[in-house]
Each structure stands twice: as structure tokens, then as C-alpha cells.
């Protein structure tokens, strides 16, 4: 119900200049200047926190989602303080390899878990395009997940 909500809402943001005016009032400055025309970090998270729900087994698919939650944002606080400018860089994307780990350590995911799903979820935070590390890595974390247990 509420990824609905989010995709209508998202849908009516894109679509009518009206209602993306409204929405970014509401939002109070959330959207990036690039996001105007394009889809939202938010709404592709929402999908992709969603389709890791559906997709896996509760216990993945909570996993999946923290290491999301989690390591994609140290990836960008890293990388925008230490990558010298690029997109994605080596040191955000080995911060994101070491939250991911220590989130999946907490949640005792067992060591090959803990491996498998820091390399995927670093290696899926480098997706080249805009916004999609937010749909890709709780996909890839839960595959992994999965396959390994």
C-alpha cells in the first residue's frame, strides 16, 4: 500500500509540473536539482526496499534492507569526502564494504554471508546510473543471502 502510494505520488511529481511543484514544497528541499525530471533517490529505494520484501524470506530480506539502509550512506559520506570528486570511488566503496560487513556480522550472518554480501553490496553501490545502488543492492545483498544459506 504505502510502495503505491509512493509510486502514485512519484508518477504525479513526474508527470504534472503542478503537482512537482506541490511535492517539492511538501518535501521541503529533499529532491535533488537532479531529480526534477527523473525518478527520486527516495522512490527508488521505496521499490527497492519493497521487492527485497517480497522477494526474499523475512530474515534476508531485513538484512538486505539495513545493509541498504546503512552502507549506501557511508559510501556517499565517504566518497564525497575522500573520493576527490568522483561519482563513486574506492573509498566509498570500501566504506561500504566494511558497514555492510559489520551490519551483516551483527545480524550473524556467518562468514561466508558476511564476505559475499559486503563484496556484492560495494560492487552494486558502483552502478553507474543515478539512484539505481538504491534498487540494486538490497537485491544483490538478498540474492547472496540467499544462495549462501
Given at each position: 500500500?504505502?510502495?503505491?502510494?509512493?509510486?502514485?505520488?512519484?508518477?504525479a511529481?513526474?508527470?504534472?509540473?503542478?503537482?512537482?511543484?506541490?511535492?517539492?514544497?511538501?518535501?521541503r528541499?529533499a529532491?535533488?536539482?537532479?531529480?526534477?525530471?527523473?525518478?527520486?533517490?527516495?522512490?527508488?529505494?521505496?521499490?527497492?526496499?519493497?521487492?527485497?520484501?517480497?522477494?526474499?524470506?523475512?530474515?534476508?530480506?531485513?538484512?538486505?534492507?539495513?545493509?541498504?539502509?546503512?552502507a549506501?550512506?557511508?559510501?556517499?559520506?565517504?566518497?564525497?569526502?575522500?573520493?576527490?570528486?568522483?561519482?563513486?570511488?574506492?573509498?566509498?566503496?570500501?566504506?561500504?564494504?566494511?558497514?555492510?560487513?559489520?551490519?551483516?556480522?551483527?545480524?550473524?550472518?556467518?562468514?561466508?554471508?558476511?564476505?559475499?554480501?559486503?563484496?556484492?553490496a560495494?560492487?552494486?553501490?558502483?552502478?553507474?546510473?543515478?539512484?539505481?545502488?538504491?534498487?540494486?543492492?538490497?537485491?544483490?545483498?538478498?540474492?547472496?543471502?540467499?544462495?549462501?544459506?
Open positions: 500500500m504505502l510502495v503505491a502510494l509512493a509510486a502514485a505520488a512519484e508518477a511529481r513526474l508527470a504534472s509540473p503542478r503537482a512537482g511543484a506541490a511535492l517539492a514544497r511538501l518535501a528541499g529532491f535533488r536539482p537532479a531529480e526534477a525530471r527523473a525518478p527520486s533517490g527516495a522512490a527508488t529505494l521505496a521499490l527497492g526496499y519493497a521487492l527485497a520484501w517480497w522477494l526474499f524470506s523475512p530474515a534476508v530480506a531485513e538484512a538486505a534492507i539495513v545493509v541498504t539502509a546503512t549506501d550512506p557511508a559510501a556517499a559520506l565517504v566518497g564525497a569526502r575522500y573520493g576527490r570528486g568522483a561519482t563513486k570511488s574506492l573509498p566509498g566503496s570500501l566504506a561500504c564494504a566494511g558497514v555492510a560487513a559489520a551490519v551483516l556480522a551483527l545480524l550473524r550472518a556467518g562468514p561466508a554471508g558476511i564476505v559475499a554480501g559486503a563484496i556484492g560495494a560492487l552494486a553501490e558502483r552502478v553507474p546510473w543515478r539512484g539505481a545502488d538504491n534498487l540494486v543492492v538490497p537485491l544483490v545483498v538478498g540474492a547472496l543471502l540467499r544462495w549462501i544459506s
